[in-house]
């Protein structure tokens, strides 16, 4: 199930009709189960995602989403800039 949450596909689903939350949700889920998600991950500190995220979202889904990154031991300077 991670793989295919982590596929092209799945993730450019995620990030073009999901909102903050969905984001902020799965990339959580997956940094609670340990399990990486680098396409994912790259995808959400987008600048473009961030932006979104920053407009539509609520700070807890920033602090979820940044969170997660973290705890995967991603970088994501976008997403740290924006915040």
């Given at each position: 199930l991670a793989r295919a949450i982590d596929s092209e596909e799945v993730v450019m689903r995620?990030?073009?009709e999901g909102r903050p939350q969905h984001m902020a949700?799965?990339?959580?889920a997956?940094?609670?189960?340990?399990?990486?998600?680098?396409?994912l991950a790259?995808?959400?500190?987008s600048e473009e995602?961030?932006?979104r995220i920053?407009?539509?979202g609520r700070p807890q889904h920033m602090?979820?989403?940044?969170w997660?990154?973290?705890?995967?031991?991603v970088r994501a300077p976008t997403l740290a800039r924006a915040i």
């Open positions: 995620i990030v073009r949700n799965t990339i959580w997956m940094a609670t189960l340990g399990v990486r998600a680098p396409t790259r995808a959400i500190d995602v961030v932006m920053v407009r539509e602090a979820n989403t940044i997660a990154m973290a705890t995967l031991g």
